[in-house]
């Protein structure tokens, strides 16, 4: 890790926590705007507690000294914190699940409003499915953008909302994260938002479930097979699928990803097991990184999506998972769409020559649509 130059040390002499917080955050406006939540935080925990909210008593510093150390050795101020905001939502994080990103948010929100913009061609009831759900936080935030952004002259459909991941910790936070969203739904609604309290008794659900694992195929840790839990929910049609897999390299791990992040956040969450290793749903010709993508695309088959939304690392990523979802040949459509996927109007350059890319930044997302999906994404 660089020095930290002197005029910063400086600076900061009078403050030794702003100084353990300048480690890891390397700009000085960082620091300040982390001290001062932490500090907030760390007065708040201790009134929860059963203190006092005053903050001449001096009881929250210990508190703020010790998550300030935290975070000085890395750990995520999200981690510290409890929560993070994902577009217009507050998601609660924990250490064990992957701290959500807001290129997943843009991408979401730009999808969810594309949609809610082609109310007239949607059917009455959405099922969407979410695979490797994580803190739960795409079907919360797609349901959101739904009740933000739906005319107020149509009826909503229903939406039917399910998340699986393989982490028992993330599935247990994502249920916490439902009930904390519906319960600011329920509030809106007695100050008189009729569309976010129906919204708010809509089913969102989130199970276990090995995505990679073929059907009938219990995974060593009994772990169930997705379809098998899809099965027993008795729901075996989805509409549109959405995925942020796992998706980096072991290498690209190693190499490109920041400290904290190879330090604090879950690697399983990150990088997928190695293409033809144990794992009996992986194919052995497949680049590093790319492991669930097939199964996805197999997945999005078997329950009839109509669209399909995946996430990747990078245009390279995304060229080669959009060949992957053309050589299936059941897609009528495949664009890339990079972080800012809105952009300035629909700047289609094409990718490879193949397929059209839309936005700014860095390639983020796969979509496919085929059938009604073409209407109800306005791609005619
Ligand atoms: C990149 S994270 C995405 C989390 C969340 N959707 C988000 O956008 O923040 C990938 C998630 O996949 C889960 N996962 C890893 N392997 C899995 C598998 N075989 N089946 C289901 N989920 C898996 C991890 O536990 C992790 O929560």
Known sequence: MPRLPYHLLRLTSKSPLLQLLLRECRDLESARNELRWLREHAISSVQNAGGHRDERNDSWKPLLRSLCVKRASGKPLQYLLGSEFFGDIEVACKPGVLIPRPETAA?????????????????????????????????LLFQHVFAKNWPNARDPPHLSLVGADISADAVQLAE???????????????????????????????????????EQSPNPQGIPDLMTVLRQIDVPEWDILISNPPYISSQSFHRDTQRSVRLFEPKTALVPPRPGSSDPGTSQDLDEGDTFY??????????????????VADLQ??????????????????????????????HLEKCRGEFPVRGSGHGRSVVCWRGEGTEWLQMM
């Open 107 to 139: 991408a979401v929100t730009y999808f969810a409003e594309r949609l809610c913009s082609a109310a007239r061609k949607l059917p009455s009831t959405l099922r969407v499915l979410d695979l490797c759900c994580g803190t739960g936080c795409i079907p």
């Open 176 to 214: 916490h994260n439902r009930l904390l969203l519906q319960q600011s739904l329920t509030g809106r609604s007695n100050a008189g938002s009729t569309w976010a309290s129906r919204h708010a008794l809509d089913s969102t659900a989130f199970f276990q479930a090995d995505v990679l694992r073929p």
């Open 294 to 311: 097939p199964r996805l695309l197999q997945i999005a088959q078997d329950v009839g999506a109509k669209i399909v939304l995946m996430e």
């Open 317 to 346: 990523q995304a060229s080669r998972v959009a060949a992957l979802a053309s050589d299936t040949s059941v897609w009528d459509g495949i664009e890339i769409w990079r972080d800012h996927p809105r952009g300035k109007g629909p």
